[in-house]
Structure formats: C-alpha cells, structure tokens
C-alpha cells in the first residue's frame, strides 16, 4: 500500500507523461508472455520466428492475452494495480479498493484490468518503439542528402516526392502518436474506478475493520481510565488524609506516603503496558519496575484495597471465592475484567461518596450457573459532590461486563450508592 492517497499534482502534460509510463510498464509486463507464446505461435507454423511475420506476431499477441487474464486472477494482482494506478494514472485513493481481492468476482474485475493494461500497453509501447525514429526520419529526410540516397522505400514520400510532404507526414505521427497515447491513459484512468473499485464485501470489509480499530481505541481508552484515573484519585485522596493529620498522625502520614509510592509504580508500569499495544510490542515496558501483565483479583486485590484504605476512608471486604477458596481458579479474562470493575467502584466511592465503604465479591451458583458477583455501596455523598449519573469508568464497567455476558447496575439502592456487577464463570476460557 503506497503511503498516500492523493493523486499526481501538476498540470496536463505531467499526467499524460505519467499515464505513458504506466502504458510502457503494462507492455514490459506482457514480454514474458508474448515471448512464450511466440515460440509457440512459431512452432505452430511450421518452425518459423513469429517475429519475423506481422500476422504472426499479432496471432502471439493475441494469444498472450488469455494468460494475462489467468494470472490477474491472482488475488495480489488487485493491490499492485492499485498501487500503481494511484501513483500514474492520477485515480484518487478512495475511488480505489484496498488490499487483495476477496471475492471472485472483484478477481474477476482485477483480471479486466490487467489483461487491458497490459493489452493496450504493449500496443502503445510497440508504436512508441516504432513511430519516433520513422517520423524523425521523415522530418529530416528533405535535409540529409544521405539520407534520400538511402534505399528507404518510401514511396510517394521519397526523393520524388515535394519537400515538405515527408516532415508534415513525420510530425503528424508524432502528433498521432501523443494522442494515441493520450487517449488510451485516459482511458485507463477512467475504467480504474470501475474495475479496481471496491466491491460490496470491500466495502463490509472495511467497515469490520474501522470498527475493529474502534474496539482497540474504546479498550485502551478504558485501560487508561482505569489506571491511570484510579491513580491520580487514589493519590489525590491519600495525600489530602496525609496533609490534614500530618502534625498528629506521623504513622499514618508515612503509611499514605508509601501507598502513594506504591501506586504511582505501579501505574507507571500499566500505562507503559497500554502503550506497549499502541507500539504493537516493539519492547515496551522491559526495564521499568512494575511493568508486567494487567492486575487480576488473584494478584493485587489485597493490595487494592490496602491502597483505597491509605487515603483514610475505612473499606470493609468480604470475599468468598467458593468452594475452591482462591480467585485463583477464576478464568483469567474475568479476574482482570472483576478486577478493573472492583478498581472503578471503589475509585467512585472515595471520590464522590461519603462515610465508609463496603465491598463484597462472592462467586455464587444461580440456577446450576457460577456466576462472580461485585458489589460495592457507601453512604450519599453530599449535594456538593454527588454523582447523579454515571461518567466514562461507569461506561468502560458495564462495556467489560457486557463483554463476558454480564451486566453491571450503579444507582441509589435503600438509601445508599451502589455498584453491582454479575458475571458469569461458565463457558468463559482461561
């Protein structure tokens, strides 16, 4: 894929020089197959060079073009062409398909367009060979005396002839030549939208594919919301509980000191992993302490919660993860999804509640179905700082459920603010 999609700037005659190219390229592409069939051409006449005959030649021309068409057919083709036209023959990018040919009737297409470049190339490729030394000849035939005493075979424009006949006949080959050419790279221009243009799956397949970019950005944006959100609030809260006890309560301030330590490495080691995606694993993330795979609930959730208690709000856990007793045995999709949803919970009740928060994570069986169940409530906040509608982490909460089939609900509920999110643990992989 060429890196830009605008066509060719300048004037007329910079485009028509470019669309000749592009013909001399098409009949350079044909030699290989004009050269084998005519040999074949020649050995079907009677052992003869093909090339020495003018029907014979066109009979191995014409013979050419079905292999042509054939190997256009490979799906490959499609983005050469494109490339190549984009670049020559002066065709906006988006008038054009991306990528091979995904079906057989844009093959098909492709084939058209192949077997026509490369057919009207070879033809204006042929008369770009032949036509400038004849009408260079012509032009200076009535002032070379050598040559009009060479037996050139000209006819009524020989020696015989009036003097000006043989350079207006050499110019207007010239000039017929401009316009054969002219002609037949417009040509091309115009039929490039038609037969390399994008066909309808092009077209669903681009949209798969603008959608699957948008699920990447929509992923990391809830990742850095996440981590680095939940960082900045978690800091911003336990620096304020250290500032307002920092004269009475020395223990607390170097227990919030070292949380806000805690948490900024290990933040910096989750967005270095954020952006290690957006540099598709170029090495991201080596040599920076805490930079590692994304925290689930079996590796950080003490830690998470010794980091919320830091900023001063008492948090009360209850934790059963059933019969095995370890959130180890949770599919590691849906521990790192509960995990960010436990983070966005208690990251709203430190922010916007007020009073103590209660966090209960249970895995429960609901009609012979596991499912891992997350609740966290905490009293109203104050009318200053009251949330009466949910923001991006309550948006990126319910996306992460949704994604492994379950829900998340955030209102008031029997007086109090809570979060409560279900998801379910059959058929989830590990």
């Known amino acids: ?31 290989p197959y004009f050269l084998l069939t005519e040999v074949l051409v020649g050995a079907l006449a009677g052992g003869v060079n093909a090339l020495d005959s003018l029907p014979l030649s066109f009979a191995a021309y014409a013979a050419a073009l079905p292999l042509v068409a054939v190997t256009g057919l490979f799906g490959l083709v499609r983005p050469m062409s494109v490339g190549v036209a984009r670049a020559l023959c002066g065709v906006p990018g988006e008038r054009l398909a991306e990528g091979p040919a995904r079906s057989w009737a844009a093959r098909g297409r492709a084939a058209a367009w192949w077997t026509l470049h490369l057919g009207v190339g070879a033809l204006v490729s042929g008369m770009t060979l032949a036509v400038p030394p004849m009408a260079v000849v012509l032009i200076a035939l009535p002032f070379v005396r050598a040559l009009r005493e060479l037996p050139l075979e000209l006819g009524r424009f020989g020696t015989g002839a009036e003097p000006y006949v043989a350079p207006v006949l050499g110019a207007g080959l010239l000039g017929g030549l401009a316009l054969c050419a002219a002609g037949a790279g417009a040509l091309l221009a115009r039929l490039a939208p038609v037969l390399l243009g994008p066909t309808a799956v092009d077209r669903l397949a681009a949209a798969e594919e603008r959608a699957a970019d948008l699920a990447v ?9 996440d981590s680095v959100g939940h960082a900045l609030s978690a800091v911003t809260l336990q620096a304020c509980a250290a500032r307002r006890v920092l004269a009475s309560d020395p223990g607390f301030v170097e227990e919030a000191l070292a949380a806000i330590e805690e948490t900024t490495r290990r933040t910096v080691g989750e967005l270095d992993a954020v952006l290690g995606l957006l540099r598709e694993g170029d090495g991201a993330g080596a040599g920076v302490p805490g930079a590692g795979p994304a925290p689930t609930l079996a590796g950080d959730l003490d830690g998470l919660l010794a980091r919320s208690r830091a900023s001063g709000t008492p948090v009360t856990a209850r934790q059963d993860p059933g019969p095995a007793g370890d959130w180890g045995r949770l599919p590691a999709i849906v521990s790192r999804e509960a995990y960010r949803i436990v983070q966005e919970g208690l990251s709203n009740a430190l922010r916007h509640g007020a009073g103590p928060v209660d966090l209960r994570i249970l895995v429960r069986d609901r009609d012979g179905h596991e499912q891992l169940e997350i609740t966290v409530t905490n009293e109203p906040a104050t009318a200053a700082r009251a949330r009466t509608t949910g923001g991006r982490g309550l948006r990126g909460a319910a996306e992460r459920a949704t994604l492994l089939g379950g829900h998340v609900e955030a209102g008031p509920h029997g007086g109090r603010w809570r979060l409560r999110a279900v998801l379910p643990l059959g058929g989830v992989g590990r």
């Open 1 to 31: 894929m060429l890196p830009s999609r605008r066509p060719p700037r300048g004037g007329g005659s910079s485009r028509v020089r470019l669309r000749w190219v592009h013909l001399i390229l098409g009949g350079a592409l044909l030699m």
């Open 217 to 225: 950005r929509n992923r990391l944006a809830r990742e850095l919301h």
